[in-house]
């Protein structure tokens, strides 16, 4: 599957969001990603953290912060929680808000021996 995520964070709302799409169209599956529409993702899961709690959450390192980004509506396999949370990081040192997408292919996960 191929999904991406964006992660924006709103000062003024005190809030983190992450929102997941993913390609649910099999027809889509050999389009190359850089060939991929906006229009191809379909939305599929949203959550909005409080700051307070991932700021929390980055201090005590990235296995809590992977812990409370998992939820019902968003649960990333290992992999791709620990880049989400790399990225959360990321917009954490801004002194601004921000917004930041990740692509993700499970394709690139399959190993041929």
């Known amino acids: 599957m191929r999904q991406k995520y964006l992660i924006s964070r709103n000062l003024e ?5 992450i929102m997941e799409y993913a390609v649910l169209n099999k027809n889509l599956n050999k389009v190359a990603p850089e060939n991929l529409r906006g229009d191809n993702f379909s939305l599929v899961g949203e ?4 700051s307070e709690l991932i700021k929390a959450s980055i201090s005590l390192g990235n296995h809590a912060l992977v812990e409370i980004l998992r939820t ?3 649960f990333p396999i290992g992999q791709y929680a620990c880049r989400i ?3 959360i990081k ?7 808000d921000g917004a930041m997408e990740l692509f993700f292919d499970d394709m690139d996960l399959i190993s041929v021996e």
């Open 85 to 87: 949370a790399e990225t």
């Open 72 to 74: 019902r509506n968003i």
């Open 90 to 96: 990321e917009l954490y040192r801004l002194s601004e």
């Open 13 to 17: 709302r005190k809030e983190l969001s």
């Open 47 to 50: 959550e909005i953290y409080e």
